[in-house]
């Protein structure tokens, strides 16, 4: 994030911390024409030709502008996540569980510095919902449960509270770009259906919306042909390969089908790096 910010600064964006945007605001024609933002107890207005929308998905403020509820979203998972010292066998890299215990979810362990770790488990919601189980529940089985990932917390200890949130994959049923406004990163559903990641996603498409805007700007052209250039962008980078994700992940949700296809990845390294790639990068 630190890199992020800083790399937009040496570009000459202004970075307002602390401030809260509370509201977009539209013209006579029902385009954004800016935002209103809250600082230090004052409100201020922006004005903008466009407005680049990454304030995550199903916020109020999607809500508001938008009209983006949950059910706009192609696929919704639930997560819950902690950070913990003392962690067992931590190496400089993150480690993925889908064990029995708790499939059809996900348990991850993610290095940070200081011997910390950040942990949780991730599920669909609709497959969170059918097991009946709170998600504290679920980090404990985790933590406590798992054949493989309980070995690394027997001294572990909790850092503060565990904390839980909505993750909205898989693209989004409406257009990206909707009267004005572009949709990035998971206020699109730009998060990977299959492994819940959404940090690479989230960068290509700012920087999809970035190159759209400056030629628009450029050539000074129309709402329509921004949001076909936008909408064409997305389809071709994400959408088609989202939409693979979505029906492999209801035949992987099966424990027969996917122990069999890992017993099969690992009879050969070289097929286990290609799904590896192929999940990770999309290629």
Known sequence: DKALKEAAEDAGTEVREGAKVVNVNFNDSGLASGVTFESNGYTFTEKA????????????????????????????????????????????????YAEDRYWPGMGWIFPLADNTVNAGIGYYL?????????????????????????????????IGEARARKIFMGGIKKKAFQNGIFLVGEAAGLVNPFTGEGIAPAIRSGKCAAEVIISACEKNSGTEEVLEKYQTRLNREFYRYFTTGLMLRKVASSNFVTNTLVRVINLNPRLGELNLRFWVKGF
């Open 49 to 96: 030709n466009f407005i680049v929308m990454a304030c995550g998905g199903g916020t109020k403020l999607g809500v508001q502008a938008l009209g983006i509820k949950l059910s706009a979203y192609k696929a919704v998972g639930i997560a819950i996540r902690a950070y913990f010292e003392n962690v067992s066998g931590v190496e400089d890299y993150m480690e993925i």
């Open 126 to 158: 609709k497959d969170s919902l059918k097991r009946r189980a709170s998600l504290n529940k679920s980090l404990s089985v985790f933590r406590e449960e798992g054949p493989y990932s309980r070995k690394k917390f027997t001294k572990a200890k909790m």
